[in-house]
């Protein structure tokens, strides 16, 4: 493979020794040099080189990873019902875009939807099944909630997977219901797995148009790695994620977490081949709840499950939303490093929304690190004001504070609750304001550059990656996104209007802006 030089560039390389650069030569997909000069290498390009693009003084910076998304269900978002605020204003709405569907399904089918937001609806209020019933009442029905932690189903949907009156709640779930009736409102808390075993699965042609689209849009927003952090994940899912690149659907690197389950059950096989690229698997998926007002799991059900994690070599990936929840989590990994100390364990809180200095300190003194998503400052800022705890407010998302007190923390967009765009997570984190202008504890901003890390070098530390990838220096992946500006040197404001002109993986073009 012949060399390729990217040339009058303004190389941002996240690498402390040498920060900024001019050129870039790659060599069989790694990057073999990076120059402060044009000129001379301009001049051997003339009698030995092949390729050369030039940048046009355009930024380059390493391939953007997000840290924290759902490769499968951002898939199934384009071949779904987008029932978002964007979309969505009212249930009116919503039943509008239903009965579309259904006259366009043959009776019995599936619908499936997902991104509603009660807090966006006129009614302020969620769904119900009688709701649905009225746009749907032939098709069994489902629409997945924004935060993808609660769904709900109309009454043919409920009968299909078996929920009544009379049903109890499952192990970590809970069914709402009429207040006065008992009835189920068909809105359905912590169930996600166990609905989706009885809805119908997407048809192997939507699959796969789903996950072309989603590699494209990825492609398009300059991210080249992810980690799917999907509780579901399991070895046939590994599977599944290399033959969609193998078939050019994906072009993203992808490291995975397992399930719980599927974790328990690797352990079993022998000499389980799980780490090879560009798809691999790196931690397993915990998540911390109180869906039926208990902590679930228990901490001493926690305890066990993170020192079974860590004493196998794994990552522990644990979701914990309220300051209890990051607590457990923090107990959890502690008493894993004490039974058997380890300096260079990759234990991860994922979003980690409150966490006050004292608990930021507590992280950073056990090396725990911190997968947040900036990016919901910005589209759900305006609901986080009106709704979240002022006891809690004041510690949202607190990356400044977490930073400040040595906790290495990575970016994420939690696609597809939100969408991926790293810039958009960018500019959260650097101006701590919401999409209606409103700011969100402005002092907890950070430096664009700072912000810039979250996506790069951060992020490939919290992967596990970083000898391969998140800053440009020899040796690693020539995963690169060109942008049309700098977003270290720009105005705060002008960062979410930044575009990737071209994203590139094993230095070669896998999307061009036309």
């Known amino acids: 493979m012949s060399d390729l030089l990217l040339v009058n560039a303004n190389v941002i390389t996240m690498h402390p020794a040498f920060p900024r650069a001019r050129i870039i030569r790659i060599?069989?997909?790694?990057?073999?040099?990076?120059?402060?000069?044009?000129?001379?290498?301009?001049?051997?390009?003339?009698?030995?080189?092949?390729?050369?693009?030039?940048?046009?003084?355009?930024?380059?910076?390493?391939?953007?990873?997000?840290?924290?998304?759902?490769?499968?269900?951002?898939?199934?978002?384009?071949?779904t019902l987008d029932v978002g605020p964007r979309n969505v204003s009212s249930i009116s709405d919503m039943k509008n875009i239903v009965s579309k569907a259904a006259r366009e399904l043959p009776p019995g089918t599936w619908i499936k939807g997902r991104g509603y937001d009660e807090?966006?609806?006129?009614?302020?209020?969620?769904?119900?099944?009688?709701?649905?019933?009225?746009?749907?009442?032939?098709?069994?029905?489902?629409?997945?909630?924004?935060?993808?932690?609660?769904?709900?189903?109309?009454?043919?949907?409920?009968?299909?997977?078996?929920i009544w009156t009379e049903s109890g709640d499952p192990p970590g779930g809970l069914i709402d219901r009429n207040i006065t009736t008992g009835e189920p409102t068909g809105l359905l808390?912590?169930?996600?797995?166990t609905i989706a075993r009885f809805v119908s699965a997407t048809q192997n042609n939507q699959a796969q148009e789903g996950i072309r689209l989603a590699g494209r849009a990825l492609s398009a927003q300059g991210i080249t790695s992810i980690h799917d952090v999907s509780s579901r994940n399991d070895p046939d899912r590994l599977d599944l994620f290399r033959a969609w690149q193998q078939q050019g659907h994906l072009s993203q690197r992808v490291s995975m977490v397992l399930g719980w389950e599927a974790f328990q059950k690797v352990q079993?096989?022998?000499g389980a081949n799980l780490g090879d690229d560009p798809v691999r698997i790196q931690g397993v998926k915990i998540i911390i709840h109180e869906v039926t007002g208990q902590l679930s799991p228990s901490q001493s059900e926690l305890n066990e499950m993170v020192l079974q994690i860590h004493q196998t070599g794994y990552q522990a990936v644990i979701h914990a939303i309220e300051e209890k929840h990051v607590i457990a989590a923090c107990t959890a990994i502690e008493q894993a490093l004490k039974v058997s100390p380890a300096a260079g364990?990759?234990?991860?809180?994922?979003?980690?929304?409150?966490?006050?200095?004292?608990?930021?300190?507590?992280?950073a003194s056990a090396g725990i690190?911190?997968?947040?998503?900036?990016?919901?400052?910005?589209?759900?800022?305006?609901?986080?004001?009106?709704?979240?705890?002022?006891?809690d407010l004041k510690h949202l998302y607190s990356v400044a504070t977490l930073m400040r007190h040595g906790v290495r923390v990575a970016g994420s967009s939690d696609f597809p609750v939100v969408p991926p765009n790293p810039l958009i997570g960018m500019y959260g984190a650097v101006t701590r304001r919401a999409e209606?202008?409103?700011?969100?504890?402005?002092?907890?901003?950070?430096?664009?550059?700072?912000?810039?890390?979250?996506?790069?070098?951060?992020?490939?530390?919290?992967?596990?990656?970083?000898?391969?990838?998140?800053?440009?220096?020899?040796?690693?992946?020539?995963?690169?996104?060109?942008?049309?500006?700098?977003p270290t040197s720009l105005s705060a404001e002008?960062?979410?209007?930044?575009?990737?002109?071209?994203?590139?993986?094993?230095?070669?073009?896998?999307?061009?802006?036309?």
């Not at 690190?369 to 919901?376: D, G, H, K, S």
Request: proline share 5%.
């Open 27 to 79: 060599k069989n997909g790694e990057i073999a040099s990076v120059s402060a000069d044009d000129t001379p290498s301009l001049r051997k390009c003339t009698s030995s080189q092949k390729t050369l693009i030039d940048c046009q003084g355009k930024t380059v910076v390493p391939g953007f990873i997000d840290a924290h998304c759902h490769l499968v269900s951002y898939a199934n978002s384009f071949v």
């Open 119 to 162: 807090f966006y609806l006129a009614e302020k209020r969620h769904p119900t099944r009688w709701d649905l019933d009225s746009a749907s009442p032939a098709h069994p029905v489902r629409i997945t909630h924004r935060s993808g932690h609660a769904q709900l189903l109309n009454s043919l949907a409920l009968e299909r997977v078996g």
């Open 189 to 193: 808390y912590g169930m996600d797995e």
């Open 268 to 270: 079993e096989r022998e």
């Open 345 to 363: 364990h990759r234990h991860r809180i994922e979003h980690c929304s409150v966490c006050p200095p004292a608990l930021a300190k507590r992280l």
């Open 369 to 391: 690190m911190v997968v947040t998503q900036p990016a919901f400052v910005y589209y759900n800022g305006e609901r986080y004001l009106r709704t979240v705890p002022k006891g």
């Open 436 to 486: 209606n202008d409103e700011h969100i504890l402005p002092e907890e901003r950070i430096t664009p550059r700072q912000a810039l890390s979250l996506f790069t070098v951060n992020a490939a530390k919290a992967t596990n990656t970083e000898a391969s990838r998140g800053s440009i220096q020899p040796g690693k992946l020539a995963d690169l996104a060109i942008l049309s500006g700098d």
């Open 494 to 514: 002008a960062i979410k209007d930044i575009r990737v002109d071209m994203t590139m993986i094993n230095g070669q073009v896998i999307w061009e802006r036309r």
